[in-house]
């Protein structure tokens, strides 16, 4: 499995949770890791990514302020930490990895926002 998303759930609006992707150390540093998500009925939407060599990272204006995207190097794992979530924000969260010769995606994770 090359990645491995987790950490969906029920959360309240206002809440937080924090998604985890394991990825596979052969693909690690790629280009860019991130994460988009697809709402029901909806096409599936960038979120936020963090660039392979410089670091940088990058949000959809919708979760700027609420989200922050991260890695673990020694862990081979990708994160990315939600707060102050909204019903709007829930989807099914995919982690994503871009190397040079292909994209990598993850099988999904739940996410739902709801009282």
């Known amino acids: 499995v090359q990645l491995q998303a987790s950490g969906g759930g029920l959360v309240q609006p206002g809440g937080s949770l924090r998604l985890s992707c394991a990825v596979s150390?052969?693909?690690?540093?790629?280009?860019?890791m991130g994460w988009y998500r697809q709402a029901p009925g909806k096409q599936r939407e960038f979120v936020a990514r963090i660039e392979g060599d410089s670091g940088a990272v990058y949000y959809a204006d919708s979760v700027k302020g609420r989200f922050t995207v991260s890695r673990d190097n020694a862990k081979n794992t990708l994160y990315l930490q939600m707060s102050d979530l909204k019903p709007e924000d829930t989807a099914v969260y995919y982690c994503?990895?871009?190397?040079?010769?292909?994209?990598?995606w993850g099988q999904g994770t739940l996410v739902t926002v709801s009282s």
């Open positions: 994503r990895v871009a190397t040079t010769s292909r994209v990598y």
């Open positions: 150390r052969n693909i690690f540093n790629g280009i860019s």
